[in-house]
């Protein structure tokens, strides 16, 4: 494994363990970058997946998969909202994958001598709190 990641690898699991997150997350490595996965329920039985990506590069990225289009008539009405939410928010993204699965990302840039892992978790967190509490109804009344 690449020593940028393998360092910011660590970086982040010492964060995760500070935050007591590390229970919740398991980790992939592989030859050019670590994934950190979790599932979490968002609402009773509504799972999600967060998955953090770490590589040499200074994109670090996090991506928050929280349902997929069931009523494909309301695909439309589905990517109306997130080209709304993606018209004012400068952070995240709202998309759909070719398999309808929906999902936000954002990306945290820096050089890898300059990765502040906490601020790395604390920007996904934050974004997922708030997706959470008050962006995930939005796509509920349309689903």
Avoid: H, W
Wanted: with cysteine; charged share 30%.
């Amino acid at each position: 494994m690449d020593v940028i990641v393998n360092k910011k690898k660590d970086q982040f699991l010492e964060v995760l363990y500070e935050a007591k997150l590390s229970p919740i997350f398991e980790f992939r490595i592989a030859e050019n970058d670590v994934i950190f996965r979790s599932i979490q329920p968002m609402k009773e039985s509504v799972p999600s997946q967060i998955l953090f990506k770490l590589d040499a590069s200074i994109y670090n990225d996090c991506m928050v998969t929280f349902g997929s289009v069931e009523n494909k008539k309301k695909r439309g009405k589905i990517l109306e909202l997130m080209n709304e939410l993606n018209s004012y928010n400068r952070v995240c993204k709202y998309c759909i994958s070719e398999q309808d699965d929906l999902y936000f990302t954002y990306t945290y840039v820096a050089e890898p001598e300059k990765f502040d892992p906490k601020l790395f978790l604390t920007l996904g967190t934050q974004l997922y709190k708030d997706f959470v509490e008050n962006q995930y109804q939005k796509f509920e009344a349309v689903m």
